[in-house]
T-cell receptor, first 113, second 114 residues
Framework: DAGITQSPRHKVTETGTPVTLRCHQT?????MYWYRQDPGHGLRLIHY???????DKGEVSDGYSVSRSKTEDFLLTLESATSSQTSVYFC????????????FGPGTRLTVT | QKEVEQDPGPLSVPEGAIVSLNCTYS??????FMWYRQYSRKGPELLMY????GNKEDGRFTAQVDKSSKYISLFIRDSQPSDSATYLC??????????????FGQGTTLQVKP
């Protein structure tokens, strides 16, 4: 998985609770991304980062925030989890900002009850 | 209408068959075209990418891009049971600029039967 770890790998939480997912890379890549994968929708971009403290919204950013205080870590926070945020979350990294050679982590399976 | 369309399948073929997987897209500004393979409960794995139009070959896999038709394909020769997975096409460039944002197809599930 190209030096990418995600934690936790599985999580069950209740509606209304805050949740933070962590992505850690050992490749020193500049770009990091959070996607969610849902049946019928494929992978959709939530937020991305193009450097330390530099982040921007993706296609489905409502209800999510991110932070990147170090090159190697990119955090995704669900401020108040809802059942619609039940999904599999993938982190990806890339050295280039052109979309080619983007590598994915193993994923976090999140269930909001 | 989605920017990238991909038939979800499932597609079932016998071992040794040539497999053709396809995506169509609507944004003519896309410049990079990727194919990912995803096994069940794993992260997507980059198979190959192509820049602009043309073909690219890597072992049993060949990717083709026809920008005039907004159509991309992935061919798998001599398919093996280990090729059974979901195949995702993805595209970038254009309005997304140099941020690397990928637009994915829904994925096609392939089963290769021994």
């Amino acid at each position: 998985d190209a030096g990418i770890t995600q934690s936790p790998r599985h999580k069950v939480t209740e509606t209304g609770t805050p949740v933070t997912l962590r992505c850690h890379q050992t490749e020193n890549h500049r770009y990091m991304y959070w996607y969610r994968q849902d049946p019928g929708h494929g992978l959709r971009l939530i937020h991305y980062s193009y450097g330390v403290k530099d982040t921007d919204k993706g296609e489905v950013s409502d209800g999510y925030s991110v932070s990147r205080s170090k090159t190697e870590d990119f955090l995704l926070t669900l401020e108040s989890a809802t059942s619609s945020q039940t999904s599999v979350y993938f982190c990806a990294i890339s050295e280039s900002g052109q979309g080619r050679e983007q590598y994915f982590g193993p994923g976090t399976r999140l269930t909001v009850t | 209408q989605k920017e990238v369309e991909q038939d979800p399948g499932p597609l079932s073929v016998p071992e040794g068959a040539i497999v053709s997987l396809n995506c169509t897209y609507s944004n003519s500004a896309f410049q990079y075209f990727m194919w990912y393979r995803q096994y069940s409960r794993k992260g997507p794995e980059l198979l190959m990418y192509t820049y602009s139009s043309g073909n690219k070959e890597d072992g049993r896999f060949t990717a083709q891009v026809d920008k005039s038709s907004k159509y991309i394909s992935l061919f798998i020769r001599d398919s093996q049971p280990s090729d059974s997975a979901t195949y995702l096409c993805a595209m970038s460039g254009g309005a997304s600029g140099n941020t690397g944002k990928l637009i994915f197809g829904q994925g096609t599930t392939l089963q290769v039967k021994p």
